[in-house]
């Protein structure tokens, strides 16, 4: 349905057009006084039946009644709530960004507790060549570990603060519903750890981020305290026709805006202890200009070694978050084949896009149909961000070259 309303959408501007020269030139015809002559060779063929307005429904008409047809979704789920203790209980093993946490891209049984652990570690790291700084991190990384669960299911966190933190530290689901999402019920001091289940009602991707109140929010976040959360329907991904749509490899990239205080000198300052660089990180962050924006916590993190792969005809899916500010991903070279733009799987997918827009504090997940083997650029589409920061990842396919796709006519030479 969707792809014929489409059709319809993209139609519709060529038939007014059509319209509207036919009627500029019976105007100007009646403005020279007559019917042209019966030799005179038009440029073009009118249709012998022009679309009446009745037949056609207005492009915003089609769009609207497309954006949620009946196929595609029914209405929002509303669960009953279990009895937990009976639920199936699994451990899924965390990993370090950018791979995901093995799971099932479709499940159908009853809703299952899904139990993770994640340890918060305060830690040095070096953003960018002579560039420290103490990162706030859950599990050790920036970004935190994406957790893929289907919808309905329960998380269980055990927050861990392990005593040689300085900080106090929670955690706020967007994913979830009430108590600041969480991070109400979640403060954990240095020494402490916490539980907290919350039910993951509501299919896509969403930023958690760590958020102790006033300023400390926006200090632990631009620290590198944020990650993802997957929930996938329970019968998967669809394209916008409903149809299933799967992913052959799948990779979570986080995008981090750090503002790091300098010296009088211009150098970036150095601090002894995570709790030291406070008063001058909040007047960095104050300018709202960051000094580094990366991909997956360091400069270079997903290049040459930390490159991503695929193979060609593969369906890579793409998570990409940002927790504090806003990104334009694009892949050079290819196309955002199914694009979540605002992260919420309950809406289709948008089609062949090239550039799109992940919200301050919001995740979007996008499917690549990898087509040609070589190297493919996944940045954020300010160039600036991308290139004199560092806002980017290389992806590197294997496969064969598809000449029909593109082709070097000539090599580079002299002209001729
Ligand atoms: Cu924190």
Known sequence: MRYQNRTTARALPGALTLLAVATLLFFLMACRGGEPAATATPAFSLPTALPSPEAVP??????????????????????????????????????????????????????????????IEEKEIEVAPG???????????????????????????????????????????????????????TQVGPGQEVVLRFRAVKPGVFVYHCAPGGTMVPWHVTHGMNGA??????????????????????????????????????AFKRYDSPAASLVDDLEAMKTLV??????????????????????????VLIVHSQANRQSYPHLIGGHGDYVWERGGFNDPPELDLETWVIAAGSAGASIHTIRQPGTYVYLSHNLIEAFAYDAKAILVAEGEWNNDLMEQVKPPGPIQ
Request: aromatic share 10%; glycine share 12%.
């Open 58 to 119: 207005a492009a915003g008409a089609a769009e609207a009644t497309a954006a949620r047809t009946s196929d595609y979704w029914d209405g929002p789920t509303t669960w009953e709530p279990e009895d937990v203790s009976g639920l199936e209980r699994v451990t899924q093993e965390l990993v370090a960004p950018p791979f995901l946490p093995q799971h099932e891209q479709t499940y159908d049984g009853e809703p299952r507790v899904v139990e993770v652990r994640m340890v």
């Open 131 to 185: 560039a420290f700084m103490w990162a706030f991190t859950f599990n050790g990384s920036v970004p935190g570990p994406i957790i893929v669960v289907h919808e309905g299911d329960y998380v269980e966190l055990t927050l861990v603060n392990p005593s040689s933190s300085e900080l106090l530290h929670n955690i706020d689901f967007h994913a979830s519903v009430g108590a600041l999402g969480g991070g109400s019920l």
């Open 229 to 266: 959360i997957m929930v996938l329907p329970r019968d998967g991904l669809k394209d916008p026709a409903g149809n299933p749509l799967r992913y052959d490899r799948a990779y979570y990239i986080g995008e981090q805006d750090y503002y790091l205080p300098r010296a009088a000198d211009g």
């Open 290 to 315: 960051p000094t580094h924006i990366v991909f997956n916590g360091v400069t270079g993190a997903l290049q040459g070694d930390g490159q991503l792969t695929a193979n060609v005809g593969d369906n």
